[in-house]
């Protein structure tokens, strides 16, 4: 029905759209803040969505990276990544889909084992980033790293494309990951 | 390209183990402990659930009652250097005359306090699971009575124990030197077991640390206890929920009957006697679901906190109150294994 699809839409002249999905909204908001802060050649857009489909009545650009926000201490927002997933095209998953797991700091707090977000990752061949969201240092850091990401993703920098990427990160990986 | 690099792996990970583990010194098994964990992602964890060990024949249930029916405190604790069954005496001698100094240092005289305390180290029998488990001990703080009446035993204000159960990881590790005993549960005043845990540091050169039991753990003691067999229901099932919302945060309780929640578990369980995450996670799902057809409210978006079953009962912050003897083994195996964990 509604599935996102990443070469549906033209692109906008020296635009990056990048859409995050996520229950907890304030943490989103605070990371959305932290990357329209960072400097950047091309423009920013940041696309907010608790969940996916996304209404079809509004009328967005291209989007050119997706990235799932889980929270470690609520098993929900695990739950409503796996759906949300069901509604993104396949081919969104060479390299213009990230999955960012938040909370790992508190143990305590924890509801979900580290390695259930690690397989769901392994599963869509995405990369998982940890990053507390919580805390501002940390978010800065991970929201230029974001930026960076999107511009590699909406093909702003020369010679690097998302899937060079995601062959780049993947690699890095040990061999183990095979036997899951 | 990927399944090329599966081959070269697997060998040499098995290989390894075999060439350290003759005459392999503990720092060399404990390195390569460490190694595998780092780069094997690990299974999901599968779990025995809890049976009465055969050591537990030897447990006198009189003797183990009084650890049955009272909120411990949980502390992971690290291998104690140089501790000897043989010197307890001359242990409860020494932390005796630490805690009066100590009572006597920060305080002005304060006549009537009770300076007349007995400290008694004992060894509990029988609570391990393995015979490599080092044997569990207790430490008591006794009022000793003014008045020589006929209780001359005195009023207990403090007890705590340490003990091991299945502790196998850790004892692999360790040398010699060094009594294994993670788990430790207190029960009495904050200012005793400070003190306690201030002499045992000091003497025995080991570290105490507070044991939070997540939710992922918490769900999973759920599962584990109402899985097990009781013959007489003593406590209804209650879950307890902290919602984190401002600007103070709501609990939510949920209260079920154990027999529902036996019957529950035994629709969901497959292989006897083992415990799966897939088992673990339907069982809280089902929890939830139900919850959310009557009230519109997502528990997993929430924290657990607190489960209490006819078994046992444990929070958050590291408080366990156990109920039934038969499985006393199986829940100090757990908490034994999310000690070893912490200490790691």
Redesign the interface.
Known sequence: MSVLRPLDKLPSLNTATILLVGTEDALLQQLADSMLKEDCASELKVHLAKSLPLPSSVNRPRIDLIVFVVNLHSKYSLQNTEESLHHVDASFFLGKVCFLATGAGRESHCSIHRHTVVKLAHTYQSPLLYCDLEVEGFRVTMAQRLVRVLQICAGHVPGVSALNLLSLLRSSEGPSLEDL | M??Y??P??TPSASSRPEDYSVGATPLQKRLESIRKQT????T?PRRKVPQCSQLQEDVDPQKVAFLLHKQWTLYSLTPLYKFSYSNLKEYSRLLNAFIVAEKQKGLAVEVGEDFDIKVIFSTLLGMKGTQRDPEAFLVQILSKSQLPSENREGKVLWTGWFCCVFGDSLLETVSEDFTCLPLFLANGAESNTAIIGTWFQKTFDCYFSPL?????NL?WMAAMWTACKVDHYVATTEFLWSV?CSPQSLDISYAIHPEDAKALWDSIHKTPGEVT?EEVDLF?DCL?SHFHRHFKI?L?????VRVSTSVASAH?DGKIKILCHKYLIGVLAYLTELAVFQIE
């Open positions: 990927d399944s690099n599966v070269e792996s780069s094997f992602i690990p999901p939070t039991i997540n939710a992922f769900s984190p995450q809280m939830y997502h997993s978006a929430t924290r657990l958050t």
